[in-house]
């Protein structure tokens, strides 16, 4: 079984507090759009009472090279062993395709040190990482892109069978939380569902400020000025809303006279099914989400189960 192969002996559990003088060590492996989110703030966050040194590689030359302009403090490796050479903790940020291929390289320059393997890739399940790496201590986590100004926020778990140190989990933790929120889950079902709401969500908001930019456009305002006004709406309303605690209902209605202008905006969204198609975005995002892992997509409306209990997929790590 997985459990007892993660239980594997052959790995001492690792207990030793690091010296507080000593620079966590980060290797990145990949520098694509979510290593950027992390890179940036890590690089100026003291862990463990030292500033982390940094290193990168990345296959495409032209990526590592504006990487590496583009945040000096990050080291650039030529090679992946360079890269990964005494590191605490590898970040594994390559595109969920190639995972095969990088892990027949990653794995006989890893297999001796025995560091913590930390993910922010979507739809790869732990197992896979234990499988391709035969590395025990095994962090998965899905950051968004707001990480890049400190306004992230990151789901993540751990192996629970794995011998983590305190100051291994330390590593993990500051390193998310740099990028802004950092939310810790027992379970890695939920990793899965966190990427179709905080993961992808971004995008969604994007996509609902271009599309209101556009609407201001037309209406004749600058788009200078159209841009500026939504995302004042956008942002205010989210920090009005994290202020009131009220439920967002409650703020809706607080904002809508009766046959007023606010009314006939709101009854527009709902003829066209506006929280149907956002609630279906979102389980389709999920569904792919677990389309890549290799697990059920039988989930959702209509489908036979709304969402799987914590613990039912293959893959899923207890205690």
Not at 49 to 78: H, M, N, W
Not at 144 to 172: H, M, R, Y
Not at 208 to 225: K, T
């Amino acid at each position: 079984m997985l459990l007892r192969a993660l239980r594997r002996s052959a790995v001492a559990p690792s207990t030793a507090r690091r010296a507080s003088t000593s620079s966590p060590r980060f290797a990145f492996v990949g520098a694509g759009k979510m290593a950027e989110a992390m890179l940036a703030p890590l690089a100026t966050t003291e862990i463990l009472g030292a500033l982390p040194e940094i290193t990168f590689y990345d296959v495409s030359c032209a990526v590592a090279q504006r990487v590496a302009t583009k945040y000096p403090a990050a080291a650039r490796a030529k090679t992946l062993e360079a890269c990964v050479d005494g590191a605490d903790v590898v970040v594994l940020c390559t595109k969920p395709q190639n995972c095969d291929a990088v892990f027949d390289q990653l794995k006989p320059l890893v297999a001796d040190a025995d560091p913590v393997l930390l993910s922010i890739l979507a739809g790869v399940p732990m197992h896979r990482y234990y499988d391709g790496l035969g590395l025990s201590k095994i962090a998965r986590s899905m950051p968004n892109t707001p990480g890049q100004i400190g306004a992230g926020v990151t789901v993540w778990t751990k192996n629970a069978a794995a011998a983590f140190s305190d100051d291994e989990v330390v590593l993990c933790r500051e390193a998310l939380k740099a990028m802004g929120t950092e939310i810790f889950v027992e379970d890695e079902s939920f990793i899965d569902m966190s990427t179709s709401i905080s993961g992808s969500g971004p995008a969604y908001v994007f996509m609902l400020i271009e599309a209101m930019v556009d609407a201001g456009v037309q209406e004749g305002f600058s788009r200078d000025i159209a841009t500026e006004l939504v995302h004042q709406t956008i942002l205010g309303s989210v920090q009005y809303s994290i202020a009131s605690g009220e439920h967002p209902a409650v703020l809706k209605n607080s904002v809508t006279s009766p046959a007023g202008t606010t009314a006939s905006a709101i009854y527009t969204l709902e003829r066209g099914n506006f929280r149907t198609v956002v609630q279906d975005a979102i389980w389709a995002c999920y569904r792919r989400s677990l389309e890549m892992g290799g697990q059920s997509t039988n989930v959702g409306p209509g489908r036979s189960k709304s969402h799987p209990p914590p613990g039912e997929f293959p893959d899923a790590v207890e205690a």
